[in-house]
């Protein structure tokens, strides 16, 4: 009988109400066609749902099957053979083969079994086929790079090469101009050898002409001694000019490659990137050792840290910011932010805070000075959230036009802008709430609570990938706030719903959870010291920020 007609009525899908049932769910209790069962396996809150073949639906409706091997008889299949492993009918149990051998009831021993196995159908659902995705997925993005960066190698190979060329004619032209004036030169001197030569010639002529022409005539011959009288007769001195010579250089291929540049293969250190198949955070947590609780007067609650010179952190909850003292635990200064900002401020290189004040204009504060304009934002667009590189002198400032468009812009250190970041390759938008904004060698790192992901892009201005949580064996769905990077280069992002820190490595793998203190409920403002090595974690619900060690 057909799965989905029972009693001569045609049973449609619980969703769409048009196709034809052949899956039931137990977990909420639908009939679903197969294009919507594969979108209640996919959807986030149904994913780990327990769904079955709809004829599963009604246990007492087993089907009965024919013996392969008696077909004749019209015999089915009715009890299994444990030694052999394999269902026999009436006819079958009779036979030598499966004598004295161990047989029970079929169809209770495929009920008892079938529930053993549905776990492992369950892992094979939940687990490894999304793991099998992600690993094709990253595959492809692998290819892509890959592809991109044979080509930027060939490319410069082939700049590297033209480059040697180049030099190589310029050395060349070096050398041709020498070898001309070298040549000028000794030419020149050796045609004025030439001339000199000639005229002593003609000269030793006359003499030798006149003594003959005045023989026998005694006057003439005096005349001619007057005009030549004798004198000592000097040795032609002719310089012998150096000889031009030219030296090749030996070289061989092995000579050229040194110059071209090396090509191989860079052998990286291999960081797990699959996460633990339990769906228990606590399998997947990482031990903490926390160095220090803090509360902070003057806010209700921590929504943003900066870390500032040594043993200060700036904190803001929705009014006011405030620097305080680690070792002192005392305020040493307040100012008001921005009411709509999250990460709304941060710490430059040198040291000075850069936040958004509460008319949304960029300020700097430096120790010992009054707070400066450092920029005004264009309205209609609102900046509520700013990054210092640390590694260059850009400023990140994440932007919204509320209800309607955000953005990410890049600044430089004269306040000139040089990339905006707003819509993917597709032309769709990226952002609709870029929170909290760092950087990891250049990526641009966005924490976007309405998106309820982690979008990281490429310097290039390419699309990377969006972390929403760890795919396999968990249910639930992240809820993103602070974010920060640590010494490894890993990504750290605060979950408000789980109330843990998820560590994510630059590839956008989840690798485990930080357990935060128990007293510290609803994780939001986060930061990384890197002079201490260590996380800050502030709580929403609390003026209370956590200082902890996790890395070995």
């Known amino acids: 009988m057909d799965d989905s007609v029972r009693g001569q009525e045609l049973i449609v899908c619980s969703k769409c109400k048009e196709d034809a049932v052949e899956y039931f769910c137990v977990s909420c209790e639908l009939d679903l066609c197969r294009k919507c069962k594969q979108e209640h396996n996919e959807a986030l809150g149904t994913r780990s749902h327990d769904i079955r073949v709809y004829r599963e639906k009604y246990r007492e409706s087993l089907i009965d099957e024919k013996c392969q091997l008696h077909p004749q008889s019209d015999e089915y299949y009715s009890q299994y053979c ?3 492993g394999v ?14 051998h161990t047989l029970d009831d079929l169809n209770s021993l495929y009920l008892q079994y079938r529930e053993k196995y549905r776990e492992w159908y369950k892992r094979i659902r939940l687990e490894l086929l999304p793991q099998v995705k992600i690993e094709q997925d990253n595959i492809e993005k692998d290819l892509e790079r890959r592809n991109r960066q044979f080509t930027e190698i060939l490319k410069r190979l082939e700049e590297q090469a033209k480059n040697l060329k180049t030099l190589i004619d310029e050395v060349v032209a070096e050398h041709r101009s020498s070898i ?21 010639e003609k000269k030793l002529n006359n003499i030798l002409e006149g003594f003959e022409k005045s023989a026998n005539m005694p006057a003439t011959f005096f005349f001619y001694v007057k005009e030549n009288p004798i ?11 150096p000889t031009p010579y030219y030296k090749e250089a030996n070289f061989n291929k092995n000579d050229i490659q040194t110059l071209i540049g090396v090509i191989g293969e860079e052998t990286q250190k291999q960081i797990s990137r699959t996460p633990s198949r339990t769906p228990s955070m606590e399998a997947e947590a990482v031990n903490t050792v926390t160095e220090m609780k803090l509360n902070i007067p003057h806010i209700t609650h921590v929504r943003h840290i900066s870390c500032g010179t040594s043993d200060r952190l700036w904190i803001s909850g929705t009014e006011d ?15 008001p932010v921005t009411t709509d900002g999250y990460g709304c401020h941060s710490v430059n290189r040198e040291g000075a805070l850069i936040f958004i004040d509460g008319a949304s204009n960029i300020k700097k504060l430096s120790e010992g000075r009054e707070a400066e304009l450092l920029m005004r934002t264009t309205e209609p667009w609102k900046p509520i959230s700013i990054h210092c590189s640390h590694s260059s002198d850009t400023l990140l400032i994440g932007m919204i036009i509320p209800l309607k468009s955000a953005k990410v812009v890049c600044y430089n250190g004269a306040g000139q802008e040089i990339q905006t970041l707003q819509n993917d390759h597709r032309g769709k938008p990226l952002y609709e709430a870029p929170a909290y904004i760092t950087e990891n060698n250049g990526d641009v790192i966005v924490s976007d609570y309405k998106r309820r992901a982690v979008i990281v892009m490429e310097k290039t201005g390419k699309h990377c990938f969006s972390y929403r949580g760890p795919p396999l064996g968990s249910t639930t769905e992240l809820w993103p706030r602070g974010v920060c990077t640590d010494s490894q280069t890993n990504i750290l992002v605060s979950d408000f719903y789980t109330q843990m820190v998820h560590i994510v490595d630059n590839d956008g793998h989840f690798l485990r959870y930080l357990h935060v203190d128990q007293g510290l409920r609803k994780p939001f403002g986060l930061c990384f010291d890197s002079e201490k090595n260590m996380v800050v974690v502030g709580s929403y619900e609390i003026n209370t920020v956590h200082l902890y060690h996790y890395l070995q």
Request: aromatic share 2%; with cysteine; net charge neutral.
């Open 87 to 100: 269902p026999v009918c009436k006819l079958c149990a009779q036979s030598p083969s499966h004598h004295s």
């Open 321 to 335: 910011l405030v620097l305080t003292d680690i070792k002192t635990k005392k305020t040493l200064y307040k100012l």
């Open 180 to 200: 001309t004036d070298l040549q000028n030169s000794q030419l020149s001197t050796l045609q004025n050898s030439g001339q000199e030569l000639l005229s002593n």
């Open 231 to 241: 004198v000592e007769l000097e040795s032609l001195n002719i310089s012998k000019l």
């Open 82 to 84: 444990h030694e052999c």
